[in-house]
């Protein structure tokens, strides 16, 4: 049986903004924008996965918060599922498969040409985002 493979896609937010990332690779993905992230292993967590993947792709480190409601379809086979994110260190850069970064607000989420298979989970990401309440899925302390 062949099992679906999960890619986890960071919705990193950090002071009232979110982080998109252009793909430079494959060619039928490269120059759209996307959550950064990548395909979850065997075995691993996808709250992993995501602290890994972005550790190589961006070289920060983040703490996965909680996941986006919802699950979308990329190519056959590959399965979309979204966790917000927080900055614990480092400054994102382009160090693998994106060729440019940007952090929007919420009034420039649509700026950005969004991978059409990402374009309902980020529609997702803003209808949880309250940037004035920090990064949402986070449980609230007392
Ligand atoms: N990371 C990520 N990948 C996405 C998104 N939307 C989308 O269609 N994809 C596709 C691109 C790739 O075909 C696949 C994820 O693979 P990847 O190349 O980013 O993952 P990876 O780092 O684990 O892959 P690899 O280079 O190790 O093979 O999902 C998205 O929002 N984020």
Redesign the pocket.
């Known amino acids: 049986m062949t099992q679906t493979i999960v ?1 986890v ?1 960071g919705a990193l937010l950090d002071r009232g903004r979110l982080l998109a990332a252009r793909r430079s690779a494959p060619p039928e ?1 490269a120059g759209r924008w ?6 979850v292993e065997p075995g691993e967590s996808p709250e992993h996965a995501l602290a890994r ?1 972005l550790r190589e792709e961006l070289g920060v480190t983040v703490e996965p918060v909680g996941r986006v409601p919802g699950e979308w379809p ?2 056959p086979g ?1 399965v ?1 599922r979204v966790w917000t994110a927080r900055l614990l260190a480092g400054v994102p850069e382009p160090l693998e ?1 994106h060729d440019e970064l940007r952090w929007l607000t919420p009034e420039e989420i649509w700026d950005v040409d969004w ?1 059409d ?2 374009v309902a ?1 980020v529609e997702a990401v803003l209808a949880e985002w309250r940037p004035t309440e920090g990064v949402p899925g986070r449980a609230c302390s007392s």
């Not at 996307?34 to 395909?39: F, I, R, T, V």
């Open positions: 890619v896609g993905l996307e959550l950064p992230g990548g395909k993947e990329l190519k590959y979309l498969d991978l298979q990402d989970a």
